[in-house]
């Protein structure tokens, strides 16, 4: 046999061998990928779709601004009654958010009280004791409407808990509570655990700061500067949630 | 030099190019008009805006694909002077080399920055990712006889390496890949 027959018919014998190693580690490692990968995209989804992330955001007994049937579309908002980005918030979006897609979709108050805010506590503790009563709105919107006469004094943070109690109980008086109760549930231990368990939610979906939204479990993430672009952002968002 | 090296800059050389020059482009277009949103800037994550925007796109005090511009024209050519049969002499092949591991570092370092910085995909840069990798591993092993035992295992190394970038990628921009299905 010539050498280079021989030659020839070791590289026959090489090419019988199969697919060299680096082709074997090369596809092992695309495959991989793709399956972990996609794997991975898939599992998170099917945990989308179902409840878990949304019993988070939305427990059962959290507080609702408007309800629809199924809550097809769900807002939620971690809200600290005594911040003052909230509060404007309030004044020039959500109060009017909330009367325009009034039974179109439904809409989750969930506390995150800050600790630079003195009184953000408190007023919590108000608005989940008139929601014992199920008067929970009307304190919520009590609260925001005169945020100037407990959560401030002038231009800086109010710290004053007396002058916020009483306006509280006025508040609570005027929702027509049965104000002895409203007292007692304010310094309950069960509605300080309810406000826990917000913080706790929040801080789980990664809330730092309020007030931070969630449209059906997506964090809502304003791009605009002013608040009537960041309104129109998040009409867009509902509408097209609602569209689709 | 092989052929099949020489290709590769052609081929990848070539992509990086357009890339390069297409992101010049957008730059120029959003010099002239401050308001105007590129070509591949789609969603909050796709978006060469923010990322041509970001102190990182001018690294070195001018943009950087001005850089590609200049890099990739060179590797285009040393492909294209190789496959008409020029022999690139040793310091010619360890210059590429250089070059190629400069970009190779530069791009890991964009890579980081895009993801934990920015927190945006420019598609053109990922172009640019894509192929500066290869160019950067395959001139290494054709440069350096002494990796010979590694050229057994040239592609699998490559796709071990496109695997850890794309998950890396996949988990900084987790919440948007999820709400794509």
């Not at chain 1, 998170?44 to 059962?60: C, H, I, K, V, Y």
């Amino acid at each position: 046999m010539s050498r280079t027959s021989r030659q020839k018919n070791r590289n026959i014998l090489a090419a019988r061998r199969g697919p060299s190693l680096n082709v074997i580690l090369t596809g092992a490692v695309v495959l991989v990928a793709v399956l972990v990968i996609g794997g991975v995209l898939v599992f998170n989804r099917s945990d989308e779709d179902g409840t878990a992330s949304n019993a988070a955001l939305f427990p059962a007994g959290a507080h609702t601004l408007s309800k629809v049937e199924g809550d097809k579309v769900t807002l939620v908002e971690f809200l600290d009654f005594q911040c003052p980005a909230c509060s404007s918030y309030y004044t020039n979006i959500t109060k009017k958010l909330e009367q325009d897609y009034r039974g179109r979709i439904t809409f989750v108050a969930r506390n995150f009280p800050l600790e630079m805010h003195p009184l953000a506590v408190p007023a919590a503790r108000a608005a989940e004791a008139a929601g014992k009563q199920g008067k929970y709105a009307e304190m919520y919107h009590a609260l925001y409407d005169n945020f100037d006469q407990w959560a401030v004094e002038g231009q800086s943070t109010s710290s004053d808990v007396r002058r916020a109690t009483a306006e509280f109980e006025e508040y609570a008086t005027a929702a027509g509570l049965d104000l002895e109760r409203f007292r007692t549930d304010m310094a309950s231990q069960e509605v300080q655990s309810i406000i826990d368990r917000d913080v706790t939610d929040g801080t789980e979906a990664g809330v730092n700061s309020t007030p931070t939204f969630f449209l059906d479990g997506e964090r809502f993430q304003p791009t605009g500067r002013t608040v009537a672009d960041i309104d129109r952002e998040l009409r867009a968002r509902i509408d097209a949630a609602l569209a689709g | 030099m092989s052929r099949r090296l020489a290709w590769l800059y052609v081929v990848g050389g070539g992509l990086g190019l357009a890339a390069a020059a297409a992101l010049t482009l957008e730059k120029i277009a959003k010099l002239r008009d401050p308001a105007y949103i590129p070509t591949c800037s789609l969603n909050p994550v796709v978006s060469c805006g923010s990322v041509m925007d970001s102190p990182q796109a001018a690294a070195f005090g001018f943009p950087n694909p001005l850089i590609g511009i200049a890099a990739f024209a060179v590797v285009v050519t040393t492909g294209v002077a190789v496959l008409a049969g020029f022999d690139p002499p040793r310091w010619y092949r360890i210059a590429l080399n250089a070059g190629t591991a400069f970009g190779f570092v530069f791009v890991h370092w964009l890579i980081v920055a895009s993801l934990y910085d920015i927190h945006a995909l420019c598609p053109y840069c990922l172009v640019v990712w894509i192929v500066t990798i290869p160019l950067f591993w395959y001139t290494t092993l054709d440069t350096w006889p002494a990796l010979a035992p590694l050229r057994r295992l040239h592609s699998a190394v490559l796709a071990f390496w496109y695997a850890l970038i794309a998950s890396l990628v996949l988990h900084a921009f987790w919440d948007y890949w999820t709400s794509l299905l």
